[in-house]
């Protein structure tokens, strides 16, 4: 390069030289027309090399020391944005996994669920069918390319010395083929598996199952795994990532559906037996809507030839509902709460990038005098604002990196909020690659978001005015300070609605929380003995539960014990028909009809009032008559008016056997604590015994320390049955109402994180403003202004913003609230308390966040002011 130049030089002076110049004035006019030579090499070589990389580097090293130097401002930043990125990934991982995802199966796009509604006034959807049903539908499925069975069970099993829960997958020969798996071990299940009832005692078991089980160990294949009191041939592992059609459940068993009965359960071959999940792929070109029309027919056709007793026969109609997520239900469930929960979380990101917006206008006040100085010694604009926006990017990339970490502790909090208490519904999450690039996003869009505008207003700075020191750098101070004061009206606003929402998702949790399930139910443990009754039989001797029930009676610190199918809150219930003797309306179609099997003392230790006649006792055994016991509203269904002891109807297990009603007992919540006022039939499990069973047992004292005696005592009287995880009423009633306990522990967390960011902001846009008018505040103490006249001047300012964004923040709250409606539960969105409580929490915490720095200005001493100034 140098000869070059050289080179051009010469060239000029040779041509200066014969226009007649000397020799030393052509060398100068050579220069003064070629121009500095060694700015024309440092413009060369940029163009030439990566001067960008070591320019880069050198706003990396100046923007960590001045970071460095801002230690209170880094802190600050740094947390608020790892808040805000580190709720808005745990949200996205929830979302990720819940409802972005689908199964690994080929075409998932195409695959749906088939379901059946009986053409009567329920009007609901449901997806269990017969064995004879899939198997006709198949042989006759033209719209389909494939076709698959499932239906899934727990089991105990021992390993290690401790005993644990794993689910068992029962599944059709089709289920492999159709998901496409391959084994990792030995073979997987296939059509010859599920020929024939009870004749392939084989299963394939997961690659988690294999490695805490058999350490791995390939001997595996041919061994066999007990479940219950059977055993089944292990004949293929499944590979580590095999999620099979369902994406929250983990299933560590496949059984072929041809050993049902085989391990004491139904006869696979039954019709009469309603409990399958139908999974099928469309074929291409077939739209869901074309498939259900298709289907209707179809399965009208096939109910027709199922025997006339069957369940589900008559006219239906049938749907072929989307399911790329397999038998996923957590995806129908909390789809909705997701969606308010990731509006939320975006919300409170954005109120940390207006805090922090404000925090850089206020640092870029600050810093003008050291760009006007960088200005001044020839720095571009473009060169300034890429300095401070490197800084903006080392200020989200810290944020995004402890966000991460907050994100993953996060998550485990919600799903151990979520699971607490539920045995056999779950939620599993697991994060991948779209929640890393999901994080990448966030930075990277964080910091355009509050660092832009900031670092654009500080690279405009004038270096003439700003040396001067008259407070006019960047477009004047009026400009900046109306920016500043936006920005915390926005953040007052965007907080109120989020501190609405939480006030609401608290309050309907509460409504929720003090529904009545029984007398204390802090002091009554439930034991779930949910086995089939021949498993149940064979596993317990005979009247095994009432030889428990006697013993846990006399056992120190129990009140009383009692056993009942199914259990409160269970999720499960027998529904049928009620047909009163002696009239002739029927009600044959009318499903909301619930039964209950329950055994004398039952209602005295769940806590239940019997409000006229009386409980089942000893007499109520099998052989004897009929008996039922109904709750309140079925009474005002069937007999309203009429005192119904002694009445009778047609209903339940009984057949054509009429139940006498002996007594009247309190309506409660029994299906699901939404469903309050359901109808109520119980009946003694002594004149229907039922081979599955909840053990109902109230305490005195400190629930938790009967838990191991309970444990031991069953074992001791069956030592192979299984016994899942003994909770008490109080933990089974907040598993029911998981989503809405995640939805008020989220939305609080939030609203008590924009609450903390905008007292921040309160905080620093008044501090600010007494430093910037400390001459003014001198000015008035000197004239006569008292301490509390300076007070409510600072007050007047916060609380004008304040005011203004809790009008704007409750006019949206209340127009958006209305989508929340659905997930709220005893409560309106106009609810006046909820408002009242929202407005009241802003405004306190407004006063909180500007007295504090307003005090300061009360303290100013008049001549140091002037003096400085």
């Not at 496949?254 to 139904?266: A, D, K, Q, V």
Request: aromatic share 8%; with cysteine; net charge positive.
């Amino acid at each position: 390069m140098t000869e070059e130049f050289s080179t051009h030089l010469e060239m000029l002076e040779s041509n200066f030289r014969r226009s007649g110049m000397s020799e030393e004035e052509a060398r100068h006019a050579a220069r003064r027309e070629f121009g500095g030579v060694d700015q024309a090499k440092e413009m060369y070589r940029d163009q030439r090399s990566f001067a960008f990389l070591e320019q880069f580097l050198q706003d990396t090293r100046y923007a960590l020391r001045g970071l460095g130097r801002a230690k209170g401002f880094l802190a600050m930043a740094t947390i608020s944005l790892a808040l805000g990125i580190g709720v808005n990934t745990t949200i996205f991982t929830l979302v990720n996994a819940i409802v972005l995802k689908n199964i690994s199966v080929p075409h998932a796009d195409r695959v749906v669920q088939i379901e059946q509604r009986i053409l009567g006034p329920s009007g609901d959807f449901f997806g269990s069918f017969s064995y004879p049903f899939y198997r006709e539908l198949r042989r006759r499925g033209e719209i389909f390319d494939g076709l698959i069975a499932a239906w899934s069970k727990p089991y105990g099993i021992r390993e290690g010395g401790s005993e644990r829960t794993i689910y068992a997958l029962y599944v059709s020969g089709s289920y492999f083929s159709f998901t496409a798996a391959r084994p990792y071990l030995g073979r997987l299940l296939d059509e010859n598996d599920d020929s024939a009832e009870g004749a392939s005692p084989v299963c394939v078991i997961s690659y988690r199952l294999w490695s805490s089980m058999f350490g791995q160990d390939p001997r595996a294949i041919g061994r066999s795994i007990r479940l219950g009191d059977h055993r089944l041939e292990i004949v293929g592992v499944t590979g580590p990532g095999f999620a099979g059609t369902d994406l929250q459940r983990e299933y560590d068993v496949e059984i072929p559906m041809s050993m049902t009965h085989y391990m004491g359960l139904m006869h696979r071959d039954s019709a009469n037996v309603s409990w399958l999940w139908i999974l099928a792929r469309l074929k291409e070109g077939i739209r869901p809507e074309t498939a259900s029309d298709r289907l209707t027919v179809l399965g009208n056709q096939i109910s027709e030839m199922m025997p006339k007793d069957a369940p589900n026969v008559g006219k239906s109609a049938f749907r072929a509902k989307p399911s790329p997520r397999g038998f996923d239900e957590f995806s129908t469930r909390l789809r909705a709460p997701l969606a308010v929960l990731m509006t939320t979380v975006a919300l409170v990101l954005l109120v940390a990038c207006l805090n922090l917006a404000n925090l850089l206008l206020a640092r870029g006040h600050r810093r003008e005098r050291e760009v006007a100085l960088r200005l001044s010694l020839g720095a571009s604009r473009w060169r300034i604002l890429r300095q401070l926006m490197v800084e903006n990017f080392y200020l989200a990339a810290a944020g995004g990196i402890l966000g991460g970490v907050a994100a993953v502790a996060l998550v485990r909090l919600l799903l151990r909020e979520f699971n607490k208490g539920q045995v056999y519904e779950q939620l599993h999450v697991s994060t991948d690659q779209n929640v890393l690039w999901f994080a990448l996003g966030l930075v990277i869009l964080t910091m355009l978001a509050f660092g832009l505008v900031p670092a654009w207003l500080a690279s405009g700075v004038s270096p003439h005015g700003a040396l001067q020191g008259d407070g006019r750098g960047a477009m004047g101070t009026r400009p900046r300070s109306l920016l500043r004061r936006a920005l915390i009206t926005a953040q007052v606003a965007l907080t109120v609605i989020l501190v609405f929402g939480a006030a609401l998702f608290g309050r309907s949790l509460r409504n929720l929380r003090t529904i009545d399930v029984g007398l204390q139910p802090e002091q009554l443990l439930l034991a779930d003995l949910s086995l089939d009754s021949d498993t149940g039989n064979r596993l317990a001797p005979p009247d095994f539960t009432k030889e428990v029930v006697e013993r846990l009676g006399q056992m120190p610190g129990v009140q009383s014990a009692a056993y009942g199918v199914p259990g409160i809150l269970s999720g499960a219930m027998f529904g049928g028909t009620v047909q009163v003797v002696g009239r002739a309306e029927s009600h044959t179609n009318d499903l909301t009809n619930y039964f209950s099997f329950v055994s004398p003392g039952y209602f005295r230790t769940v806590g239940i009032p019997v409000v006229a006649g009386r409980e089942f006792d000893q007499t109520d055994r099998k052989g004897s008559q009929p008996v039922a016991i109904v709750n309140e509203e079925f009474v005002h269904v069937y007999f309203p008016k009429e005192d119904p002891v002694g009445k009778q109807f047609l209903g339940g297990f009984s057949g054509k056997e009429a139940l006498t009603i002996v007594g009247v007992v309190k309506t409660m919540p029994y299906f699901e604590l939404r469903q309050p006022d359901q109808v109520m039939v119980y009946q003694s499990a002594s004149q229907y015994p039922q081979g599955w069973q909840v053990l109902h047992v109230r305490v005195r004292g400190n629930p938790q320390a009967f838990e191991r005696q309970i444990r031991d005592l069953i074992h001791d009287a069956a030592p192979q049955m299984p016994l899942h995880e003994i909770r008490t009423m109080a933990l089974v009633r907040d598993a029911t109402i998981a989503r809405e306990r995640m939805l008020a522990l989220v939305s609080t967390l939030f609203g008590i994180l924009a609450l903390s960011l905008s007292a921040v902001g309160l905080y620093g846009l008044i501090s600010y403003s007494v430093a910037a008018r400390t001459r003014e505040v001198g000015i008035r103490i000197s004239v006569g202004a008292s301490q509390a006249g300076i007070l409510r001047l600072f007050l007047q300012e916060s609380l004008t913003l304040v005011a203004i964004g809790l009008a704007a923040g409750c006019l949206c709250s209340l127009a958006g609230a209305r989508l929340l409606q659905s997930l709220l539960f005893g409560l309106q969105v106009e609810d006046p308390l909820t408002v009242g409580m929202t407005v009241a929490t802003l405004m306190v915490t407004a006063l909180v966040s500007t007295i504090v720095p307003a005090a300061r200005a009360t303290r100013i001493d008049p001549a140091s002011a002037l003096r400085h100034e």
